[in-house]
């Protein structure tokens, strides 16, 4: 269960709402990967507890180049 998939994991609310429709802006919405480089972040907040999930944008995730980019810069857990 996610909200993503439309259900708060936490209180089990299906008042979820998501920024991924709107147009990207501002720091908190991204990752950057090096320089001038960033991937957009999509977040979903539960309307009634508060509680949200972060995902990479999906197009920008499946970008080969972000990925390997991050590989080569980030650690592993």
């Given at each position: ?51 949200f999930?972060?995902?990479v ?21």
């Amino acid at each position: 269960m996610s909200l993503k998939e439309g259900t708060c994991p936490k209180c089990s609310s299906k008042d979820i709402y998501t920024n991924k429709k709107c147009n990207p802006r501002g720091e908190r919405g991204q990752i950057v990967i090096s320089g001038w480089k960033w991937m957009w972040i999509d977040l979903y907040l539960c309307m009634d507890c508060g509680f949200f999930e972060e995902y990479v944008n999906e197009k920008d995730f499946k970008e080969e180049k972000n990925r390997e980019k991050i590989k080569s810069t980030w650690s592993k857990v």
